[in-house]
T-cell receptor, first 109, second 112 residues
Framework: GQNIDQPTEMTATEGAIVQINCTYQ??????LFWYQQHAGEAPTFLSY??LDGLEEKGRFSSFLSRSKGYSYLLLKELQMKDSASYLC??????????WGAGTKLIIKP | IAGITQAPTSQILAAGRRMTLRCTQD?????MYWYRQDLGLGLRLIHY???????GKGEVPDGYSVSRANTDDFPLTLASAVPSQTSVYFC???????????FGPGTRLTVL
């Protein structure tokens, strides 16, 4: 079966760095996506990785290792507005997204 | 219209009633999707459409139907609603099947 695993909840301090991990087992791989979802709102796109390595975009970076079925999202200089759920999703061989249940990130002052 | 819209925002529905959730995008995206999001679960694909005139079944299609008569609209119909269909429904679109997806604001549906 297809499976995406990520921690249910994480807590971090304003100004700090946090890493949210995602492991996956899917039928085929056509890229891995990270989305941010604030409570009561729609998911919004953060990053896309299809090749191994690190993709940096401002305060956010995303890493992929296809051989290990592993990705992480790194958030630097945390701000209170970063409190949200972070969703990991893998595009399978049929170009459909398989979604993890999301990691709720709580930022404390 | 800017982006992707959904209607209604929320709805309370009696079991057994028929309901259509509307989704419209103005980005001329080829692909559109319907997901449901339940607490503790990831987004689950209900139906999708890779291009106007075509549709396909996702992971949880039972009890739902869709149509794609044109590029902009992708309505989702519940023929006879059941309480297990209580959920938040998101419509999404993407330029092609291997691109990032853009989400509508969602419809919160409660079936009693």
């Amino acid at each position: 079966g297809q499976n995406i695993d990520q921690p249910t909840e994480m807590t971090a301090t304003e100004g700090a760095i946090v890493q949210i991990n995602c492991t996956y087992q899917t039928s085929g791989f056509n890229g891995l996506f990270w989305y941010q979802q604030h409570a009561g709102e729609a998911p919004t796109f953060l990053s896309y990785n299809v090749l191994d390595g690190l993709e940096e975009k401002g305060r956010f970076s995303s890493f992929l290792s296809r051989s290990k079925g592993y990705s992480y999202l790194l958030l630097k200089e945390l701000q209170m507005k970063d409190s949200a759920s972070y969703l990991c999703a893998v595009m399978d061989s049929n170009y459909q997204l398989i979604w993890g249940a999301g990691t709720k990130l709580i930022i404390k002052p | 219209i800017a982006g992707i819209t959904q209607a209604p925002t929320s709805q309370i529905l009696a079991a057994g009633r028929r309901m259509t959730l509307r989704c419209t995008q103005d980005m001329r995206h080829n692909a559109m999707y319907w997901y449901r999001q339940d607490l503790g679960l990831g987004l689950r694909l209900i139906h999708y459409s890779n291009t106007a005139g075509t549709t396909g079944k996702g992971e949880v299609p039972d009890g739902y139907s869709v149509s794609r008569a044109n590029t902009d609209d992708f309505p989702l119909t519940l023929a006879s609603a059941v309480p297990s269909q209580t959920s938040v429904y998101f419509c999404a679109s993407s330029p092609g099947t291997n691109n990032e997806q853009f989400f509508g604001p969602g419809t919160r549906l409660t079936v009693l």
